[in-house]
Structure formats: structure tokens, C-alpha cells
């Protein structure tokens, strides 16, 4: 049964850092691109990160650019998403999302086949 369980989410003050993962089971974990994708309160949900099935490929939405990191372990069919200088802007649910294609193209809701739970992240003073 294919599964996403996200984690890592929690309550950080602004400027702060927060490492989410996504474990994923019953899919040949190689063969697919995987999104962050979140959603803030009253707003649509956006692609934050991609990377590619093999890893070699990356893409940030601007606004994360330079602040989060995408990374992925093949081996134990993992992806991490380090988030550093936090700001109030970040806070949303932020979904694992796994694409319908082994590379990384512009987010759509469209290349999307499955979803994860989701974890809160809250970034408050």
C-alpha cells in the first residue's frame, strides 16, 4: 500500500530551523520526483521543493531559495527538507507529494498522484 508520512513539523520562532521527512512505502522510491508542496491558512497550496527521483535534481520555489534545502536517502526511501531562517510566511501544512514523473517540473496539482498527511509548521514569536 503506497504511503507518505511526513514529520517534523512543530512551533519555531522566527529565524529558527526545522528538518521535515517523508517516509515513503509501496512504490518503487526511485522512480518518482517528490514535491513539498504547503498550504497556508486561507491560501492555495504551493509548491516550496522538488527533487528529482536519482536526487541530481532540484528546484525551489523563489521565496525558499537559498533558505531551504531538498534532499532525498534512495536507500531508506526518505526525503528531508531542511528549513533554515525561518519566517512568518512559512507557516502552513506542508504535504510530501509524489509526482506522476521521475523528474521535477513546475508544481501543478496535476502531476501529482499521491499526498501525504501533512505537518504543521508554525513560525511565531
Known amino acids: 500500500q503506497l504511503q507518505l508520512v511526513e514529520s517534523g513539523g512543530g512551533l519555531v520562532q522566527p529565524g529558527g530551523s526545522l528538518r521535515l521527512a517523508c517516509a515513503a512505502s509501496?512504490?518503487?522510491?526511485?522512480?518518482?520526483?517528490i514535491y513539498w508542496v504547503r498550504q497556508a491558512p486561507g491560501k492555495e497550496r504551493e509548491g516550496v521543493s522538488c527533487i528529482s527521483g536519482s536526487g541530481k535534481g532540484t528546484d525551489y520555489e523563489d521565496s525558499v531559495n537559498g533558505r531551504f534545502t531538498i534532499s532525498r536517502d534512495n536507500a531508506k526511501n526518505t526525503v528531508f527538507l531542511q528549513m533554515n531562517s525561518l519566517k512568518f510566511e512559512d507557516t502552513g501544512v506542508y504535504y510530501c507529494?509524489?509526482?506522476?514523473?521521475?523528474?521535477?517540473?513546475?508544481?501543478?496539482?496535476?502531476?501529482?498522484?499521491?499526498w501525504g498527511q501533512g505537518t504543521q509548521v508554525t513560525i511565531s514569536s
Open positions: 509501496g512504490f518503487t522510491f526511485d522512480w518518482h520526483a
Open positions: 507529494a509524489r509526482s506522476r514523473h521521475s523528474y521535477c517540473t513546475r508544481y501543478t496539482s496535476g502531476n501529482i498522484d499521491s
